[in-house]
């Protein structure tokens, strides 16, 4: 079934069961895609071991989803207007599972890296969808109240994927955090082909392949220069190159898009206010969340030596905040409006990575439950507010190219955090041992400290310095993204005032 041009007559035609398997599919979408994208860093060890990939090789392991996830977003997008948003996703969905078997199964570290490609570009056509999906389902606040769910539920899946990830691993091969999304996968299609309405632009125009080939490469550039960054530094020849090309080819990709009739970006949209600074907040909130999973798992790991099925369990409280959040996304919003209820999720936000701030060595879990929860809250409310805003500003026919600008400002400050928080926290540890001549693999990591501590003389010194490095430069991080978050806030409180609480349908 093809979805009415009137949205309240589609919202009125589906039953309350339907309503709800539709948002239960999404998230199920949402869920995969995010696990897909955490769980991988678990089995890196293990897969290392069996494939024996070169240090290159494995960065392009770990990143390649990634890359192509991130790539592919705004064509994708605009695909699913064109196409059917959701003929797009059980396409999409259909190959993300058969090439998850091949990857579970892949013989050598170049297969892997391509297989991983291929995964992340199946998942840039599930991720838009789902969203303009919802955008063309609901309408108002049962748009709000069902974008609220799906975020909760999404952060939750970051959250699954390393718990999953560590339970597979302690009974079976690395190649089963892949399989694991086959029944997934069937579940999602045998569902959705029946209960998902299709959707697409009445009238979508050429796709500008010139357009496509510039915001690739583009953004590939630009999110390969932020990893490489993170990774090696600046004193690397392809980092600058890989800046210039990128940048470049977004500038050309800007400066075209207004002389076409149908572009691939509508940069118009950016004139609206209320979307200009969701889409600003969304970066600005990814880039303090991702940059808090990573030290997490780093702490519990490293710091207290858990396992990494117990340092993702001790994670999921986190993950029960997000859920909270999203759940009371739509309440605050009709008690306190979006700029309140924004401002508020940063409030809690920056509480949270002030809570951070105060952790230690010997810090009691209770303490960090507190601490993952406020902060949990405070992103799902961001989010809910910041993708209902993105989706109920523009028209429903742009739902999917809305929906990658959105994802993809999610993508680009997710790397951005963990580029620029990660190696502040590691020039910070590093500054820990100045004075002291130490092996160079733990002076530039805790995770090298920790192996070198069990080889070396006086090694639980070592390591008793390289912890305590780490918290303090850990410490001095999370107030920094508290002050961060407090500018979001006051950015927010601003720039979303006037926005109504209730966006129907715009044209």
């Known amino acids: 079934m093809t979805i009415s041009a009137n949205p309240a007559a589609n919202t009125a035609r589906f039953s309350p069961g339907r309503k709800a398997a539709i948002i239960g599919v999404c998230v199920l979408v949402q869920i995969l895609t995010a696990v897909d994208l955490t769980v991988l860093h678990l089995a890196i060890p293990a897969l290392s071991e069996a494939l024996k990939p070169s240090t290159t090789q494995a960065l392009w392991i770990a990143d390649g989803y990634g890359f192509a996830l991130a790539g592919l977003l705004i064509t994708a997008g605009n695909v699913g207007d064109r196409i059917g948003r959701k003929k797009l996703l059980l396409a999409g969905a259909a190959v993300f599972g058969l090439v998850s078997v091949a990857t579970a199964y892949a013989p050598n570290a170049g297969t892997l890296i391509v297989l991983r490609i291929v995964l992340g570009a199946s998942a840039a056509t599930l991720m838009p969808s789902t969203l303009s999906i919802l955008r063309n389902t609901f309408t108002g606040k049962e748009r709000t109240a069902a974008i609220g769910v799906s975020s909760g539920l999404t952060i939750l899946g970051f959250g699954l994927g390393p718990l999953i990830g560590g339970a597979l691993l302690s009974h079976f091969w690395w190649g089963s955090v892949f399989l694991v999304n086959v029944p997934v996968v069937a579940v999602l299609i045998g569902v959705g082909l029946f209960v998902l309405p299709e959707s697409r632009n009445p009238e979508p125009g050429r796709l500008d392949g010139v357009s496509v080939v510039l915001s690739l490469v583009g953004i590939l550039g630009v999110v390969y220069t932020i990893k490489e960054i993170a990774y090696k530094g600046l004193d690397h020849w392809d980092v600058y190159a890989a800046a210039v090309v990128g940048v470049g080819c977004l500038l050309v990709f800007v400066l075209r898009q207004p002389r076409l009739r149908e572009p691939l970006m509508d940069l118009a949209l950016f004139r609206n206010r209320a979307f200009s600074a969701t889409i600003v907040t969304t970066v600005l909130a990814m880039f303090a969340q991702l940059a808090v999973s990573v030290i ?19 994670g999921l409280p986190g993950m029960g905040g997000a859920l909270i959040g999203g759940t009371l996304g739509a309440l605050l919003i009709k008690a306190l409006g979006r700029a309140g209820t924004v401002t508020l999720g940063c409030l809690s936000s920056a509480a949270g990575f002030a809570l951070y701030s105060r952790t230690d060595v010997g810090t009691a879990y209770p303490y960090l439950v507190v601490t993952m929860v406020v902060f ?3 992103l799902a409310l961001i989010l809910t507010v910041a993708t209902d805003t993105v989706l ?17 400002a999610t993508e680009l400050g997710g790397a951005l955090g963990i580029a620029v928080l990660g190696s502040v926290l590691g020039s910070l540890y590093r500054h820990g041992f100045d004075g002291l001549t130490v092996p160079d693999p733990a002076r530039e990591t805790l995770a090298g400290a920790v192996e070198v501590s069990a080889q070396v003389p006086g090694g639980a010194q070592l390591l008793t310095t390289a912890k305590q490095a780490f918290i303090d430069g850990l410490q001095v991080t999370m107030l920094g993204a508290a002050g961060l978050m407090l500018l979001v806030a006051a950015v927010a409180w601003f720039a979303l005032r006037g926005v109504p609480k209730v966006l129907e349908d715009a044209e």
């Open 392 to 408: 109920g500003v523009v028209p429903k026919q742009r739902a999917g190219a809305a929906s990658a600008i959105s994802e993809t």
């Open 376 to 378: 949990g809250i405070g």
């Open 296 to 314: 997490s798992t780093q702490y519990f790991q490293l710091v207290h030596g858990w396992s990494p099925l117990k340092s993702g369990l001790a």
